[in-house]
């Protein structure tokens, strides 16, 4: 089955640093690939996603970055501000036509943000 | 409104104990999951519902037993519970059952089993 690898585990920056954090994943069929950032005491919260017929997707500071055939995928925060301290998971799957998909998470990373 | 509410936020309780956790969704999706995040906040998904049919069963133990009586609610009923089940239980939704689509999750109810 699919298994998605995160790292680091925590990456503490300054604020206004950029932060990335990277992913693999096992099975190449998987074509969907979320970034979910849980705040704490909170459930996790889908931030941004890209599917594999994009390379990179940007939304304001953060972006997303996919090599299929590297089978990575990384997420980019520019800017970092306090409010972006959160545990960030990154996930994979694939589409079934005819049964059900499972989202499988990395081990997430807790970003701190020193002000 | 919150989208995905569970009850309750916070469950301590001996081993040996049966318990259960509630889920609403007001979001009218289809689909309905419980996932399990452990002390080193890994998730793990356990059971998924679309329009109350089981779609996923994962490992899980058999004193773990989900219920969906209708599309907008799924419950976690836990039997005899272990030290191992500590945890923090998260219900989410989503609008299908497809694997792409979006999860919104509930704020997470955490079980301390003493």
């Known amino acids: 089955g699919e298994n998605v690898e995160q790292h680091p585990s925590t990456l503490s920056v300054q604020e206004g640093d950029s932060a990335v954090i990277k992913c693999t994943y096992s099975d190449s069929a998987s074509n969907y690939f979320p970034w979910y950032k849980q705040e704490l005491g909170k459930g996790p919260q889908l931030i941004i996603d890209i599917r594999s017929n994009v390379g990179e997707k940007k939304d304001q500071r953060i972006a997303v970055t996919l090599n299929k055939t590297a089978k990575h995928f990384s997420l980019h925060i520019t800017e970092t501000q306090p409010e972006d301290s959160a545990v960030y998971f990154c996930a994979a799957s694939k589409d079934k036509v005819s049964n059900t998909g499972k989202l499988i998470f990395g081990q997430g990373t807790t970003l701190q943000v020193k002000p | 409104d919150t989208a995905v509410s569970q009850t309750p936020k916070y469950l301590v309780t001996q081993m040996g104990n049966d318990k259960s956790i509630k889920c609403e969704q007001n979001l009218g999706h289809d689909t309905m999951y419980w996932y399990k995040q452990d002390s080193k906040k890994f998730l793990k998904i356990m059971f998924s519902?679309?329009?109350?049919?089981?779609?996923i069963n994962e490992t899980v133990p058999n004193r773990f037993s989900p219920k969906s009586p209708d599309k907008a609610h799924l419950n976690l009923h836990i039997n005899s519970l272990e030290l191992g089940d500590s945890a923090v239980y998260f219900c989410?939704?989503?609008?299908?059952?497809?694997?792409?689509?979006?999860?919104?999750f509930g704020s997470g109810t955490q079980l301390s089993v003493l």
């Open positions: 519902y679309n329009n109350k049919e089981l779609i």
């Open positions: 989410a939704s989503s609008p299908g059952w497809q694997a792409n689509e979006k999860l919104f």
